[in-house]
Every structure is written in structure tokens, then in C-alpha cells.
């Protein structure tokens, strides 16, 4: 995933509609309609939101008959949370290594903080 795609998808997700809308999504496709029934906005609000969604190649729509629903694109999910996961393991391996370098010196928490 390249960063401008990247950037996309972080900043679709840091509204708090379109999380839940792709929450909402993990249920299975659904079209705009739908998608719209628990919120007191206009169906045009709600297709703005999915069309940041679909910039972000977070969701797509195709036409099913009359219908179009849109569709969660799970890999991209995947691509994000293993964009996540690989930042959480190197600072967990840093933490790791300060921990190991505390226990080598002999310094701990409960030595620098008694209770």
C-alpha cells in the first residue's frame, strides 16, 4: 500500500460515520439505503461519506440489477491493520530491549518508585 493510499484510509476512518459505516459493512454488503436507515441524515450525506470510502479504496459498488450495494473491501483492512501491527512490534521490541537493558543494570520500577 502505497502512503498516499495510506493517508486516504487513516483519514476516511477518522470519522466516527464512516467507522461505523464499515463496521456496519463487516455484516455484508448493503446498499446506500441501508446503510443510511439508523442515521438522521439524507441519503446524499450518507453516499458522500461512502464515496470518501471508496477514494480511500476501503469500499467499493457494483450493480447487482437494480441495486448497488457497497462492499467492504477486506485486504485493504488487512493491508491497514498490518501497517499497525508492524509499528506495535518494533515499539514493543524497543520496550522489550529497555526492560532487558533495566534488568542488566539492575534498576526497576520498584526501586526507582517504592510503594
Do not use: C, N
Not at 446503510?35 to 439524507?42: F, G, T, V
Not at 479504496?57 to 488487512?78: I, K, N, S
Amino acid at each position: 500500500m502505497d502512503d498516499d493510499t495510506l493517508s486516504r484510509a487513516f483519514a476516511a476512518l477518522a470519522d466516527p460515520t464512516r467507522r461505523d459505516l464499515v463496521s456496519r459493512l463487516t455484516l455484508g454488503d448493503a446498499t446506500v439505503g441501508e446503510l443510511a436507515a439508523p442515521y438522521e441524515m439524507s441519503l446524499q450525506a450518507v453516499s458522500k461519506h461512502i464515496a470518501v470510502l471508496e477514494s480511500a479504496a476501503l469500499v467499493t459498488r457494483r450493480r447487482d440489477a437494480q441495486r448497488r450495494p457497497v462492499h467492504l473491501d477486506a485486504e485493504v483492512l488487512g493491508e491497514l491493520t498490518d501497517w499497525i501491527d508492524r509499528h506495535r512490534r518494533a515499539v514493543d521490541e524497543r520496550l522489550d530491549r529497555l526492560d532487558e537493558l533495566l534488568q542488566t543494570t539492575g534498576t526497576t520500577d520498584d526501586e526507582e518508585h517504592p510503594s
